[in-house]
């Protein structure tokens, strides 16, 4: 019986040794600063807006980067069209007159047929062209008669749109042309009609 006892009164003691060795290392460090426990007041009121306070000054700093970026490359494309714009202003009439004259000789030197003309519309008048007449507007403004290829750009012209001055039109379907806004002068290689 003592012997029993003796057991019990060991793992009793065993038991009230191991309580307190958890007992002292709770104490010791646990939620303590070097290592604190998580809650959901320390998670809401300090984690949180931590959290949100680092990622507002990453997202500020790359914001600010990128706005630098992007205005300095607008600048530097500015400047580039700004320097294009005042070397095509420097360019007079008479150089443009003299170039268009380079071309047509080119053009009727390098293809036997060609015949081109060179026609004064008034106001209001149409030229109406036949099926591959090139079209070219010298002077004064003319706008697009039911739609033609602009070969100096590549863009299809479409009726009532501008026509643009030292621009090569060509005539894809009968009929089509320029009407006058004002007196205009055209030069014309192909087939056409006056009305």
Not at 36 to 57: G, K
Not at 59 to 75: G, P
Not at 129 to 147: E, F, I
């Amino acid at each position: 019986m003592k012997r029993k006892f003796m057991v019990s009164a060991m793992g009793a003691l065993c038991v009230l040794a191991m309580g307190g060795i958890f007992t002292a290392l709770a104490a010791g460090g646990y939620g303590s600063q070097d290592d604190p426990l998580v809650t959901l007041s320390y998670i809401t009121d300090v984690a949180v807006p931590e959290a949100n306070a680092r990622i507002d000054s990453v997202f500020s700093q790359k914001e600010t980067a990128v706005k630098l970026d992007i205005q300095s490359k607008m600048d530097s494309v500015r400047s580039q069209l700004e320097s294009q714009i005042s070397q095509l202003q420097n360019v007079s009439q008479d150089t443009i007159n003299q170039v268009v004259e380079l071309v047509k000789d080119q053009i009727g030197s390098s293809s036997g047929s060609s015949t081109w003309k060179m026609i004064t519309l008034q106001n209001g008048q149409q030229i109406k062209a036949g099926v591959g007449t090139q079209l070219l507007l010298r002077r004064g403004s003319a706008n697009c008669y039911s739609g033609m290829i602009n070969l100096s750009s590549g863009e299809i012209l479409t009726h009532g749109q501008s026509v643009l001055q030292n621009n090569m039109y060509l005539v894809g379907t009968d009929g089509c042309g320029f009407i006058a806004k004002g007196e205009c002068t055209v030069l014309v290689d192909g087939t056409y009609t006056i009305g």
